[in-house]
T-cell receptor, first 115, second 112 residues
Framework: NAGVTQTPKFQVLKTGQSMTLQCAQD?????MSWYRQDPGMGLRLIHY???????DQGEVPNGYNVSRSTTEDFPLRLLSAAPSQTSVYFC??????????????FGPGTRLTVL | KQEVTQIPAALSVPEGENLVLNCSFT??????LQWFRQDPGKGLTSLLL?????REQTSGRLNASLDKSSGRSTLYIAASQPGDSATYLC???????????FGTGTRLTVIP
């Protein structure tokens, strides 16, 4: 298993540009999520999905869009990049159980700089 | 809103020393608690997952404990090695949710 994969690893954008960060997992996990990590602020949840066709907002959703057309893929779209979106972005997944939560696995991250 | 605090923010120890990292959380209605390791410029690696019904979990030289009633968890690292140098993060979800709330981490340096 490749686990959780993310592309690209690095990206530089100009203010106002749009782009999509890709995330895929091959563990057949229902739950997928996107976090951003900023110095001194820890990781914060952007959007998440509990299955194909179902998405919801996290703590910091503004400026980001997601969709979940398949179980495997969960892309994150930046609609109009701003310098405040300079961050490291992590995608994560875990398999839902009857208890409701299991071990969460993270991708290697995408380091984004917005000029 | 759940808040997760990790103390200390940074820790430097000589090789071979046993050490304890602390994590506290404000809302005790959690399913479990997960400890992660993050190397510089890398992603998060899961170390230990403690279910709410457990009091501790062990993996090799790592032992994590959970006290839900007091809102605390500790990660014990035995016989530390330079390869243990990394940032250690704890995270908790709220009951009924899968969203993780993270602490800001403890940056550990083990000096050879």
């Amino acid at each position: 298993n490749a686990g959780v994969t993310q592309t690209p690893k690095f990206q530089v954008l100009k203010t106002g540009q749009s782009m999509t960060l890709q995330c895929a997992q091959d563990m057949n996990h229902e739950y997928m999520s996107w976090y951003r990590q900023d110095p001194g602020m820890g990781l914060r949840l952007i959007h998440y999905s509990v299955g194909a066709g179902i998405t919801d907002q996290g703590e910091v959703p503004n400026g980001y869009n997601v969709s979940r057309s398949t179980t495997e893929d969960f892309p994150l779209r930046l609609l109009s990049a701003a310098p405040s979106q300079t961050s490291v972005y992590f995608c994560a997944s875990n398999g839902l159980t009857g208890v409701g939560y299991n071990e969460q696995f993270f991708g290697p991250g995408t380091r984004l700089t917005v000029l | 809103k759940q808040e997760v605090t990790q103390i200390p923010a940074a820790l430097s120890v000589p090789e071979g020393e046993n050490l304890v990292l602390n994590c506290s959380f404000t809302d005790s209605a959690i399913y479990n608690l997960q400890w992660f390791r993050q190397d510089p410029g890398k992603g998060l690696t899961s170390l230990l997952l403690i279910q709410s019904s457990q009091r501790e979990q062990t993996s090799g030289r790592l032992n994590a404990s959970l006290d839900k009633s007091s809102g605390r968890s500790t990660l014990y690292i035995a016989a530390s090695q330079p390869g243990d140098s990394a940032t250690y993060l704890c995270a908790v979800p709220l009951t009924g949710a899968n969203n993780l709330f993270f602490g800001t981490g403890t940056r550990l340096t083990v000096i050879p």
